[in-house]
Every structure is written in structure tokens, then in C-alpha cells.
């Protein structure tokens, strides 16, 4: 993944976070001339905002109606590394109904209650890490 650095100009304490930054990390100066090209789906209240985990996910099985399924997204960092103590608190959005959950050992759970077949959206939000999202179908 590519870590994304979210950076003020105007701000001391991002002007120095900034100078600490390896090569390899893209930098979007949200008050320069290219502030109408970043990123969308971040949510960001503060600066410097550094981007450097991403939410994994393999779907383990096929979804039938009348089941629940218990989906885990692992929490990972960069360099592709698991982040099995992560505590921050994550947004999760299932079909517009927001609730917030705290990983056990790096992985997000949901369960997935599926009555009828149709597509299921997803999305996970954290503070640090890419937004997500999947839709899943839910099979007859």
C-alpha cells in the first residue's frame, strides 16, 4: 500500500512531521493549488493526518439467505504486516446502519445476519487507514 500524508502548510506541527517523512510516502497539501484533486472517502479533522494501515479482507464462503455469517477484516499496516493489537475505534456501515466495534486481536467481526438474497454493502472507517468498502451477495 501507499502511505498517504495529509499535510497543512500553514500548520508548524505539519511543516515538521512533514521533514520526518520517508520518500515513498505520497503528500497532498490540502491548501495548495491541487487541494480540489485529493483523495475522497477520507475523513480527516486534523492535520498532519498520516495514512499508513488498510482494512484485509477474503471472502471465506459463499453467503446463502437464511444464514449469518461471520465476516473478520484484518487490520494491517503498510508493509503488509497483520496489526494484531490494534485498539482504535472503527465505523463500521452495514447497508447505511452505522455502528462502532473495536478489533479483538486485528480483526474487525461481523456478523452478518441474512435473510433474503440481494447484495450487502459494506464499509469500515478508522482513523489512519484507507476507507473500505465490498458489496457482498447474498445467494439464494
Known amino acids: 500500500m501507499e502511505r498517504l ?3 497543512n502548510r500553514y500548520d508548524a506541527d ?7 517523512l520517508d ?24 492535520y ?18 437464511g444464514t449469518t455469517a461471520l465476516l473478520e477484516f484484518k487490520c494491517m499496516d503498510y508493509k503488509d ?3 494484531t493489537d490494534e485498539d482504535r475505534v472503527f465505523v463500521v456501515t452495514v447497508n447505511n446502519e452505522r455502528y462502532v466495534d473495536r478489533p ?8 452478518l ?8 454493502d459494506i464499509e469500515i472507517r478508522a482513523r489512519n487507514y ?4 465490498v458489496l457482498l451477495e447474498v445467494s439464494q
Request: proline share 8%; glycine share 6%.
Open 104 to 111: 479483538e486481536k486485528g480483526k474487525v467481526q461481523v456478523a
Open 5 to 7: 500524508f495529509f499535510h
Open 23 to 46: 520518500d515513498d510516502v505520497i503528500v497532498y497539501d490540502v491548501f495548495g493549488t491541487a487541494r480540489h484533486k485529493l483523495p475522497k472517502g477520507f475523513d480527516i479533522q486534523e
Open 130 to 133: 484507507l476507507p473500505f468498502s
Open 48 to 65: 498532519p493526518y498520516m495514512v499508513d494501515r488498510y482494512i484485509d479482507f477474503a471472502q471465506p464462503m459463499e453467503i446463502k439467505a
Open 81 to 83: 504486516n497483520p496489526l
Open 113 to 120: 445476519e441474512c435473510e433474503e438474497p440481494g447484495v450487502v
Open 14 to 20: 505539519s511543516a515538521a512531521e512533514l521533514v520526518k
